[in-house]
C-alpha cells in the first residue's frame, strides 16, 4: 500500500514538473515573439534636433528623446513604438521627423530592454514605463508659456501600452491607437493554437479592459489598416465598439484601405487623419 502511495505520489510530482516546465519553455519562446527588440544602435547623443531624457524607474533607467514640433498650434505628442522597433528605427526611417510635422513637441520612449533602456520588457514594466514618462513630459509642459495638450500615441503594441497609460495618467488631454488589438491572448488565438496562447503569455495587454477606464470625456482616435494581417481589422473595430459605448461622440474611427500592418504610416489618408484629430483638439 506504502509503495502505491509513494509511486502515485512521484507521478503526481513528475507531471506538476513536466507541465511547470513546458510552460517555462513556451514562454520563453513566446516572449521573444512579443518583445523582439530591434538590434539598431541607438546613439547618444542622439541626432539633431533630438535631446536624450533618461528617466529612472523601478524598471531601469529609461532613454527618451524630445525634440520640438513644428506647430506652435498644436498638442505635443508622447509616442509609443511598435514591438520591433526603437528609437533608431524611427528616426531613420523618417517617422519621427513625419510626427514633428504636427505637433508641438514630440517625445518617443524606448521600453525597458530596448535600445539604451536598462531592465527587461514585460506589461508591467512598459505601461509604468509610460505612465512615468506621461507624468515627466506633463510636468515640462506646465512650465511652458502656453502649456498645449499632451496627446499619447501608440501604434501596434504601442497602442496597447498607450491606452492602459492614458487611463493612468491624469494629465491626458487626448489619445491615438493604431493597429490596435482588443486583447493579446484573443489575438494570440488567431495566430497559434489557443491552448498553447494561453500557456505561453504571461503578458495579456487588455486593451478592451483598459478602455473601459479611460475618462469618459477623452477624445481618441483609432486608426487601423482593411488590409491588416497582423492584427486584423476585426480587433480595431471589437475595440470601437467598447469605446464607442464608453466614450460616444469623443470617438473618432478611421478606417485606412487598403493598408497592412506595416504600411499603415506609409499612407496619407493615415497622416490626414492624424492631423486633422491633433489639429482639432
Keep these: 500500500m506504502i509503495r502505491h502511495v509513494v509511486r502515485a505520489t512521484c507521478a503526481g510530482l513528475l507531471a506538476v514538473v513536466l507541465v511547470v516546465g513546458l510552460n517555462a519553455m513556451l514562454h520563453l519562446v513566446a516572449r521573444p515573439m512579443l518583445y523582439p527588440a530591434s538590434p539598431m544602435p541607438v546613439p ?68 525597458p530592454g530596448y535600445g539604451r533602456s536598462g531592465g527587461s520588457p514585460s506589461e508591467p514594466a512598459l505601461v509604468d514605463t509610460g505612465v512615468l514618462a506621461c507624468e515627466e513630459l506633463a510636468t ?59 500557456a505561453a503569455l504571461r503578458d495579456r495587454y487588455d486593451s478592451a479592459a483598459a478602455a473601459r477606464r479611460l475618462p469618459v470625456d477623452l477624445p481618441t482616435l483609432v486608426l487601423h489598416g482593411t488590409a491588416d494581417r497582423i492584427i486584423p481589422i476585426d480587433h480595431g473595430r471589437r475595440l470601437r465598439t467598447v469605446l464607442d459605448d464608453h466614450l460616444g461622440d469623443r470617438l473618432h474611427w478611421h478606417e485606412v484601405t487598403p493598408a497592412g500592418h506595416n504600411d499603415l504610416f506609409t499612407r496619407d489618408d493615415t497622416w490626414r487623419a492624424i492631423r486633422d484629430f491633433l489639429l482639432g483638439l
Design 44 to 111: 547618444t547623443p542622439p541626432p539633431s534636433p533630438f535631446e536624450e531624457v533618461r528617466l529612472a524607474s523601478d524598471h531601469g533607467e529609461i532613454v527618451a528623446w524630445s525634440a520640438p514640433g513644428r506647430r506652435d498650434d498644436a498638442p505635443a505628442v508622447l509616442l509609443f513604438h511598435g514591438n520591433g522597433e526603437n528609437l533608431e528605427t524611427m528616426r531613420f526611417s523618417g517617422q519621427l521627423d513625419l510626427w514633428r510635422g504636427f505637433t508641438s513637441r514630440l517625445v518617443a520612449v524606448d521600453y
Design 140 to 198: 515640462r509642459l506646465e512650465g511652458e508659456p502656453s502649456a498645449p495638450p499632451l496627446v499619447i500615441v501608440g501604434w501596434s503594441l504601442g497602442a496597447a501600452v498607450a491606452v492602459q497609460v492614458a487611463a493612468r495618467c491624469d494629465a491626458t488631454d487626448g489619445l491615438v491607437l493604431a493597429s490596435p488589438w482588443h486583447d493579446l491572448l484573443s489575438l494570440a488565438g488567431e495566430h497559434f493554437p489557443s491552448f498553447l496562447a494561453r
